[in-house]
Structure formats: C-alpha cells, structure tokens
T-cell receptor, first 114, second 113 residues
Framework: DGGITQSPKYLFRKEGQNVTLSCEQN?????MYWYRQDPGQGLRLIYY???????QKGDIAEGYSVSREKKESFPLTVTSAQKNPTAFYLC?????????????FGQGTRLTVV | GQQVMQIPQYQHVQEGEDFTTYCNSS?????IQWYKQRPGGHPVFLIQ?????EVKKQKRLTFQFGEAKKNSSLHITATQTTDVGTYFC?????????????FGQGTRLTINP
C-alpha cells in the first residue's frame, strides 16, 4: 500500500532537547517537503528536497535541519535553537517535472515542547 | 521571497449558500494547486491548474487560474456540511529547477446546517 508515513503522531520533548521527526515514502517521489502548521494558520515551508543529497531552505528554516541520504526518507530535526517549536509538522512528497505535481501528505506529527 | 496570499481567512455560511476563496501570488506561477484539510486531518489534493485562464470544474467546485498566472479562485456552489474544512491554494514558481510549493494561509469554511 503506497503512501507517506510520519512517525510518531504525537511527540513530547523538554525544552532544550533536539528531536527528530521521521518521514518515509514509498511512492518513488523525488521531491519531499516539510511544513509547519500552527493552530488556525496555513502551512509554512521549512525545507524541501528535489533529489537525494540535496535540499533547500524554505521560508522558516532557522532552528531546523534535514538530511536526504535516501530517496525514501527525509527526516527533520527540530533543534534547541528553534524558539517556538510546538506545532503540527507535515511532510509531503511529489514527483518532479511538468506533469501533475500533486503533493501527498503524511498524517503529521504534533510536537509539544514543555 | 515568493508570497501567496489567500482571502478571506474565515468564512461562515448557511448551508446552501455559495462560497469563494481567492488566492494571489507575488510572482508568476507555473501552476496552482488546491487542497482541502478537514479538522484534525492533513491536506488532501483537489486539483492542479496549469494554463493561463484555465477553468476546471469538479461537481459543485469551480477552479480558475488567472490570465497572468498570478491569481486563482475556488468557488463552491450550494455548500453542504461535507464542505466544511480549510481550503488552501499552493503555487509553484516559474523558475528552472525549482520544485518549491508555497501555500497560502488558507480559508477556513464553517457551515450552519
């Protein structure tokens, strides 16, 4: 069953700790994205990647880091430098090209930092 | 950087009334996509528009892409309670090699049955 999987669904961390959110896809998509969503807000782009071993900063990359060592995986690390990390994090993937570049989203990870 | 603005932020209607949300980009887009997010869920793709002036329909939903490829709209005719959710537009800029997908702030639709 193809899709995009984020884990865990809920995550609690103490302030000052780094935390890594997992995102895996078996859709054979080249592009992957990380977005942050705050209550009642839109989706803000953190990082995106078009190909393995390459990624670009989005609009709110400060305090976050990513890696793209495998096509299927695009983990996001929320570092202690992120001033307000509590949010809903969404990972997405899509094909790269001129055709239908529909983004498929995971179920999201709700991170709470206390 | 590229910005995608969406209005209104909230819209409350009576069931059966029409609903429209508007999307405007600061830069020319190669395509515009629309998504729906139900409360507690994740965004789900509705449609993609590519051509200047393109109009597409899905049952009671009508999507338009502006002539300049910088704005778009989603119109729902005769809303039903199943239409409740937040509607997002998302644009991809015209730039070689770029696969950046930037979302608008969304319009949250609530419906009085």
């Amino acid at each position: 069953d193809g899709g995009i999987t984020q884990s865990p669904k809920y995550l609690f961390r103490k302030e000052g700790q780094n935390v890594t959110l997992s995102c895996e896809q078996n859709l054979n998509h080249d592009a992957m994205y990380w977005y942050r969503q705050d209550p009642g807000q839109g989706l803000r782009l953190i990082y995106y990647s078009q190909i393995v071993n390459d990624f670009q900063k989005g609009d709110i990359a400060e305090g976050y880091s990513v890696s793209r060592e495998k096509k299927e995986s695009f983990p996001l690390t929320v570092t202690s430098a992120q001033k307000n990390p509590t949010a809903f994090y969404l990972c997405a993937s899509s094909i790269v090209g001129r055709g239908n570049t529909e983004a498929f989203f995971g179920q999201g990870t709700r991170l709470t930092v206390v | 950087g590229q910005q995608v603005m969406q209005i209104p932020q909230y819209q409350h209607v009576q069931e059966g009334e029409d609903f429209t949300t508007y999307c405007n980009s600061s830069t020319t887009l190669s395509n515009i996509q629309w998504y729906k997010q139900r409360p507690g869920g994740h965004p789900v793709f509705l449609i993609q528009l590519v051509k200047s002036g393109e109009v597409k329909k899905q049952k009671r939903l009508t999507f338009q892409f502006g002539e300049a490829k910088k704005n778009s709209s989603l119109h729902i005719t005769a809303t039903q309670t199943t239409d409740v959710g937040t509607y997002f537009c998302a644009g991809q800029p015209v730039r070689q090699g770029a696969q950046k997908l930037v979302f608008g702030q969304g319009t949250r639709l609530t419906i009085n049955p």
